[in-house]
């Protein structure tokens, strides 16, 4: 790993390990590689290659628990005796066995060939060499500071020179000078250090030396040379081979210092996502318990309150002087009001809790409407405002959708407006096409400060934070409405300019029902005459309740049912006779509805358009959940409880498109 220093900056480049690299800063060579180290004061070198990360010193530190040394030291910096002697004493063992079973054979050879004192001589000195070797081999097969085989080699290498000095003062052979030129290499290879391989090598050389002196002369001459030339081979190949070991022993040094940071650091890291998790939990179950507690609060208080409000109600009835009127229109008024927060209170609690549910079905558009109209054109009159309420939609439209939330975030939004609206008036417009209900609520009061505008969304946040602001509120009802619109799948969004009033946009998924499922018995017969007179529907639910109640209500409008109890058997009862609609419960067990539909349009492939039409009866309606059913094969989506009249509908489009599919296939 490289570190230099740039403008505050270290520049970090890959660990290869092995070879050779420099140090560039801004593109320059500045050098060898520098080194990292702990504040224990060991260094490893390392190497480079050209990709580079900025980071500051003082990251590398805190995080990696790294620090930067200077880079004249690296170049002298050692390896730390502890790593040397664990990286040499398998090297060194493997000399001393090699050694030992060479010194047991020749032991064993020497009553062969020798006698006397000769023998005496060699073969104790012999076994001497192979006890040492072989003693050394198994105490070197624990750890041990790097002294001692320093002083293991040395004994060893002293006992092969006394062996082959011996052998040549008791019997001197000019050919076997070569063992001390043996000698030096073996020495200068299998040494643990550098001081012990050029001490055991000069010893051979020397001892080489000697011993010519005592051969013909034109062996001394001999010898002198491949003497000479053994003592640089031996001294070269000593130096290169030490150098390569400390360079991989640093090399892996640094490559395990760096695994431990690493280590630390994934530990801390899965700490710290521990911790966070442990917080979330316990924020979750603290919300939980908030938003419970503040939902059983707020009945227990709205129960007597709306007692008060009875009461009041009540008491205007009666004959009442007109100051006792007023003051009873004010007690209403502020109860009214303290309801309205406990309301809100309630509703932010349930949204929090994940209680808020959404119950579509069938209302009429038009009807709605007026309802809104004679409210809050009552409230706009006494303010002396404008009130205006359009509706583009035809007589008995109807749409399928929770009115119950849909009135709530409208009329949130008509009275935030009526309530900062000193002037002009209020405009709301209900529209929408076949998919979709759309409204706009517009006023003509003081708008919104640019710099709230990006929070008005927000819980218990309010247009006007001043303390001389002229409405008062919780800021819970914008907060309210956003999170009403997005439970029921659609968006909200607004326009606001300081002085000039505020627009609110809002669109919902609320599909026009046609005026078959909207005419009660007539949309009855006319759904079933277009599916014809008798036509067969295959009913696949779990639940024996569920079940009758389908086969009940389609049967009274002249439908054929037959029911299945999972998606096992619909799919073997579609496989034997064919139906005109299948109506399919999503969660099942054994085979579910999403499983038993990919079957049966996989039986289906290649006609698909003749196949019957699978419509989805669930509980699970959800936007991504009904994209799924889709995805799987299924033809269309009725949602749990059935409303018979939206059901008729759902079956006679799904019935529709398939012959459109059909006939286009011809």
Known sequence: MVVGIDDGQIRIEDFLGRGHGALRVNGRRIGRPAAIGRSSGRTWKGFVRTRRINVHPTTLERRHGLRILNLARTRTAEVAPEALAQAQTPVLRGYLLAAGLYYVIVSLSHPFFEEGVALAVLAGLSLLAAGCALGLWWRFGAPVRLVYLELGALAMNGLFMANVVAYQLLHFEALKLIYFVLMALVFATSAPTRRVAYVSTAAAIIGLVLMAGEAPEPVISHYGYVGLASMFAAIGMSTLMRGAVQREIRARLASEELNEALRRELDRNRALTREAQELAIAAHAADRAKGEFLATMSHEIRTPLNGVLGMIQIMQRDRLSEPQRERLGVARQAATDLLDILNAVLDISKIESGQMTVSPAPFETRRFAETLRRLYGQIAAEKGLRFELAVDAAEGERRFGDEVRLRQV?????????????????????????????????????????????????????????????????????????????????????????GRGTRFDVTLPMPRLSQAAAGGGAGRTAAAAALAPGSRVLIVDDGPANRVVLQALLEDAGFDCTCAADGQEAVEMSAIAPFDVILMDVHMPGLDGLEATRRIRAREAGQAARGAPVVAVTASVLAHEKERYLACGFDAVVPKPVELEVLLEVMAEACARRRSRLRASA
């Open 410 to 498: 409208i009329s949130n939004l008509i009275a935030n407006a009526l309530k900062f609206t000193t002037s002009g008036g209020v405009s709301v417009h209900i529209d929408g096409d076949h998919e979709t209900l759309t409204f706009f609520v517009a006023d003509t009061g003081p708008g919104i400060p640019t710099d709230r505008q990006t929070h008005v969304f927000e819980r218990f946040v309010q247009a006007d934070g001043s303390n001389t602001r002229r409405a008062g509120g919780t800021g819970l009802g914008l907060a309210i409405c956003r999170e009403l619109v997005l439970l029921m799948g659609g968006a909200i969004r607004f326009e606001s300019e300081p």
